[in-house]
């Protein structure tokens, strides 16, 4: 195979993710309800592409994006907004974890998101908040 055969192959490889990247850096529309969406596609484009034959010369790369991808991908373990933008937004609710979400982790989501409203709550509750009850 010829270096611009190898190149061609990174080519296209890389194509799926900088079209990801695009649709993430929207500066007029929220995006963190894409996240999940985007890296289980980019996940699932380059595992096939481990198993096409013609891209072998990159599986090597392919094998550390993907590595890389997953400890991405289990970062946003640490944060709670990506879950909370799925609940909150009515188009998807929790429709979409439950889809491709283990329950372990569903449940962990959960407990999470329960917390964090629970101290937006306690934080700006009105009816507790004299100075949002009374008038100016």
Known sequence: MEEWDIIILAYNCLKIPASIHGSLSAEKVP???KVYPHLEHLQIEWEGLQYNVEYEPVHHALDAGL????K?????????IYLITHV??????MEYIKAVWDEKSIDRGQKRLKKVFLEYKAKYDASKNNSFSQAP
């Open 31 to 33: 995006t963190a309800t």
């Open 67 to 70: 590595k890389n991808m997953k």
């Open 88 to 93: 909150i937004d009515p188009t998807l609710k």
């Open 72 to 80: 991405w991908y289990r970062s946003t373990d640490k944060t709670s």
